[in-house]
């Protein structure tokens, strides 16, 4: 019961996610690529208001679209042999949660501007990661209807518009009149066209991050997708920072081209893929090395076994993706992004295909890799692009002593057998594996910038322990 649940709602979720750039006709890609603009002078002309209006009427006009397309949509998805049931179940929750998601999407893209990620970050993903699984639980010990599921999330993405709202407002964000004569016609085509790029690019980055929690729903069954939903979240775990950097570095990198200064977006490529390198591995190595005591210590050990093999690909692929650094954000907020717009196609096809092909016959270890093969390539054209259009690249001579390193540890710790209960058994594995990486960076400076704030947290502690001693005399 617990797959099923979980499978359903990560479906619904990934349909808003498909969806939503799509209805909103890119209007969420605006907010970080004119913010520079919009803040020439005093205040930011309105910035704001003009992105809620323009997300207003796109709503409308796609809901007018659909209304006269709907039943091709059926007919599309019935030709590719998926199962509508679930689809046409789920079709106004779907209708209600693509504004809600569409405006928090909006709304925390335009904070990001003001250099905040942290808290935007908890009232978003960290609330909802929290949030899903009680949800679950909830629907599992029969405490609430399944039915109900996707009218609570509404509820709960409705809060979170509120307290994005308010927290915007501390930052003195909320910034409503317009300067109607700052929007000339050049400035307007500008726009719409880079919103159009971001329809085109969002929706083919949806379809490629998307698209095999939907392709397993419908060409296998709930609990299927319960199952690589759970194998995501293992591999999620490795982006969190990934999303951190991208945040902060998004808006840096947006005004940095702005400003023709490419020796300063070279310099985030670089340090960005660095110590995404080195932190994404480790989290691998703990995820991968620990995954055999997790699977023993979950609520369902038999069917959690399933799960090696597409927790191993998809963490591979997360691993990979952290190697590109910031190529998404320089080729997105750059002249380059109607190439983006090429890779990002080429991307949703070839996840698309692949999917198509692999998981009838492997199941979800065909979607899995899948997104490992996906990833793979477009990482590699982006790459391929960027060097010889502005004659950029992420790696350095660390690169390679880093993935040595951890290569090697993997397989040290890998093959460590310890004779303890599962739950002590991670608990030792992960902090040797930390430890040994702590020490072997700090001898070496592979990652310089991880190497100086673990010294700060030191001396945080120690000034704190000295200070309680000191006032325990």
Known sequence: ??????????????????????????????????????SQGEGRNGFLSILLIAFSCALILSGIG?????????????????????????????????????????????????????????????????????????????????NSFGWILIAVYALMNVLLIIYLGTLGGLEWKVNWKFLTRTRTKEIGGYALYGLIGSLGSVIAFNIDAIMVTGMKDTFANGQYTNALNFAGFLSV???????????????????????????????????????GG?????????????????????????????????????????????????MGYSHLYKYNLGIVL??????????????????????????????????????????????????????????????????IIFNLRLPFWPFFNIIVRSGLTVLVIIGINHRFNMSPLIKSGVIDMIEVVRSRWNKSLKEGE
């Open 282 to 330: 480790t989290g691998f190595i703990l995820i991968l090395t620990n995954l055999a005591d997790l699977f023993l210590i979950s609520s369902n050990p038999k069917d959690m076994q399933a799960l090696w093999w597409p927790v191993c690909f998809l963490g591979l692929a997360k691993v990979i993706d952290m190697m590109g650094g910031t190529n998404r954000e320089i």
């Open 241 to 279: 920072p990934q999303v951190a950097i991208a945040a902060i570095s998004g808006p840096i990198i947006s005004k940095a081209v702005f400003g023709n200064r490419w020796d300063e977006v070279s310099d985030i490529y670089k340090k960005s893929s660095l110590n995404l390198t080195f932190i």
């Open 346 to 411: 080429i991307l949703a096809v070839s996840n698309g295909f692949a999917n198509y092909y692999l998981i009838p016959i492997y199941g979800i270890n065909g979607a899995a890799v899948a997104t490992l093969i996906s990833l793979t390539l477009v990482n590699l054209i982006r790459g391929v692009f960027l060097y010889f259009s502005v004659g950029i690249q992420p790696f350095k001579k660390q690169h390679f002593f880093v993935i040595l390193v951890l290569a090697l540890l993997f397989l």
């Open 66 to 146: 659909v209304y006269f397309f709907l039943e091709y949509f059926w007919g599309f998805l019935n030709w590719m042999n998926f199962d509508i049931t679930l689809f046409q179940k789920n079709k106004s929750i779907i209708a209600f949660l693509l504004v809600v998601v569409g405006l928090s999407d909006l709304l925390k893209r335009y904070i990001s501007n003001f250099g905040r990620i942290v808290i935007p970050e908890i009232i978003t993903n960290t609330l909802l990661k929290f949030f899903l699984p009680l949800l679950v639980l909830a629907i599992s010990l029969q405490v609430i209807s399944p």
């Open 1 to 38: 019961m617990a797959f099923d649940a979980y499978g359903e709602i990560r479906f619904v979720l990934s349909m808003v996610a498909f969806l939503y750039p799509l209805l909103t006709l890119g209007i969420t890609s605006l907010p970080v690529r004119f913010f520079p603009d919009f």
